[in-house]
């Protein structure tokens, strides 16, 4: 006889046994604005992170409009250096660079650090930077953020008004890359044209990792039902945002 199936509240109960999963957290840049100052982990994210359970994050590299293109490899490599260094000053958190590592980290209380990369600007258009970022442990790849790159083009904060365009053949040859080393890739921002192409060249689990649903708030930014379900059923995993952004101020809950 087959086991009962598990109930919603079993699944939530089972799903957040080890903590909840920040899939998006601008940590990296937090760390590299705040350079200057020691266990910045410590004091200003693990008080909040225990009060709220938080049991594994994704650490997103982001770079600034005004670091692009000549800073955006520098300002990553920077960026990457500060959770080093902070992980190693605070033996509460530690980098994971598989699902072993994360098991690993929560059966020792520990709150594991994600790295991921949100755009690919560090990247610029030498291939060769994946295999530095991965062996720094980055895990986790989104092409872009609103704006466009050598990778592809984001979707906007509007109903229409996204490039039409897809990925340009660097992001193609990018994605195809990402799946063969073992990089996720992330379809948070990404376009509409450029999510399709993301999933014509890859085969394996995507995932949104910081999104809402478009049936409820209209932008290109966020995802249609058909491609909540085209997530599905790659067995991907959606990140819900918890804050509104909204260029509309009275929208908005940021
Ligand atoms: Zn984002």
């Known amino acids: 006889m087959d ?3 598990e109930s919603t509240e079993e699944r939530i109960t089972r799903l957040h046994g080890q903590g909840i999963v920040d899939l998006h957290l601008d940590l990296p840049m937090f760390l590299y ?13 693990l008080p909040e992170f225990e009060a709220g359970d938080i049991g594994t994050a994704a650490a997103g590299i982001y770079i600034e409009d005004q670091y692009l293109p000549d800073k955006a490899l520098e300002i990553a490599l920077g960026q990457v250096a500060r959770i080093y260094v902070e992980v190693e000053r605070c033996d509460r958190f530690t980098i994971c ?26 990247l610029g258009t030498d291939l060769n930077l994946l295999y530095i970022f991965y062996e720094l442990g980055l895990r986790v790849i989104g092409l872009t953020h609103a704006r466009s790159n050598a990778a592809g083009s984001g979707g906007v904060f509007a ?50 990792s910081h999104t809402n649903a478009r049936k409820y708030y209209d932008i290109e930014r966020n995802i249609s039902d058909e491609q909540i379900k085209m997530v599905g059923t790659r067995g991907g995993v959606i990140g819900i945002n918890s804050v509104l952004v ?9």
């Open 3 to 5: 086991p009962a199936p």
């Open 33 to 45: 604005e705040n350079r200057d100052r020691k266990n910045v982990l410590a004091s200003d994210f």
């Open 97 to 122: 660079r598989s699902y072993a590592e994360i098991k690993n980290a929560r059966e020792q209380g520990k709150i594991g650090l994600l790295i991921t990369m949100e755009g690919a600007e560090p």
């Open 159 to 208: 109903p229409t008004g996204s490039s039409p365009k897809g990925l340009t053949a660097f992001g193609c040859e990018l994605v195809r890359e990402c799946e063969r080393v073992g990089v996720i890739l992330d379809l948070a921002h990404i376009n509409p044209a450029g999510f399709d192409d993301i999933l014509e060249n890859t085969t394996r689990p995507v995932i949104v």
């Open 246 to 254: 909204s260029p509309k101020k009275e929208d908005s809950t940021l």
